[in-house]
Nanobody, 126 residues
């Protein structure tokens, strides 16, 4: 089992940047794909980005491609989401999630993930 803790959210103006962090603890000896999801009021939780356990493959939602970058520091057991050129529609609670996997494939559905953090609020003002 793993525990996930997000940090780095906040209020930023449109066009600005934020970096979110997801600290992974617990059974870090296993291989995990880690994903970021977000949820706005009245909307379903949606996929944002994911990275495989090796860090060799990354996947993005079309809405963030070219603006967001997911990466991981295995020594620190931390996954990052660098968000640039933020738009008001990026506002929401951002969650990181993990599932045990050593495959180089994407997992886009929230049902594919077994472990979740508590979320961090990102607000983009226009």
């Amino acid at each position: 089992q793993v525990q996930l803790v997000e940090s780095g959210g906040g209020l930023v103006q449109a066009g600005g940047s934020l970096r979110l962090s997801c600290a992974v603890s617990g059974r870090t000896d296993r291989s995990y794909t880690v994903g970021w999801f977000r949820q706005s009021p009245g909307k379903e939780r949606e996929f944002v980005a994911a990275i495989t356990s090796s860090g060799g493959s990354t996947y993005y939602a079309d809405s963030v491609k070219g603006r967001f970058t997911i990466s991981r520091d295995k020594a620190k057991n931390t996954v990052y989401l660098e968000m640039n050129s933020l738009k008001s529609e990026d506002t929401g609670v951002y969650y990181c999630a993990a599932r045990e996997s050593s495959w180089s494939r994407a997992y886009y559905s929230k049902g594919d993930y077994d472990y979740w953090g508590q979320g961090t609020q990102v607000t983009v003002s226009s």
